[in-house]
């Protein structure tokens, strides 16, 4: 199974700084997949080949309408490379609903894809 996951911070890709405020950090992410491959290698269920896209790196509290419309052509990018058969995007709780209408939008529009 191949599957395109989609970064773009939130507090799911960041870390606490020594400065004590937490910062999107370049391997935080990443973390998050290699939590899967040593549950799933544990299971024997190691046949999932993953595609990283990072269309930006922001906390989720500055999300804005530029950076849904980033990430919906990111979306559409892998859609049209047709080499995935699923896209998983992380993301903040406070992009939670941008994110949700950004899917939406792209499910409305899939045949203009």
């Known amino acids: 199974m191949k599957i395109t996951v989609i970064f773009t911070g939130g507090t799911i890709g960041s870390s606490i700084g020594a400065d004590g405020y937490i910062a999107p950090g370049a391997k935080?992410?990443?973390?998050?997949?290699?939590?899967?491959?040593?549950?799933?290698?544990?299971?024997?269920?190691?046949?999932?080949e993953f595609f990283v896209e990072e269309p930006y790196r922001i906390l989720s509290e500055n999300m804005n309408a530029g950076y849904v419309n980033r990430l919906a052509d990111c979306v559409r990018k892998v859609?049209?490379?047709?080499?995935?058969?699923?896209?998983?995007?992380?993301?903040g709780t406070d992009t939670l609903q941008s994110v949700s209408y950004t899917h939406l939008r792209a499910h409305e529009t899939r045949g203009n894809l």
């Open 79 to 91: 859609m049209a490379r047709n080499d995935s058969e699923g896209i998983i995007i992380t993301h």
């Open 28 to 48: 935080q992410p990443y973390r998050l997949l290699e939590k899967y491959r040593e549950n799933c290698r544990a299971d024997g269920m190691d046949e999932v």
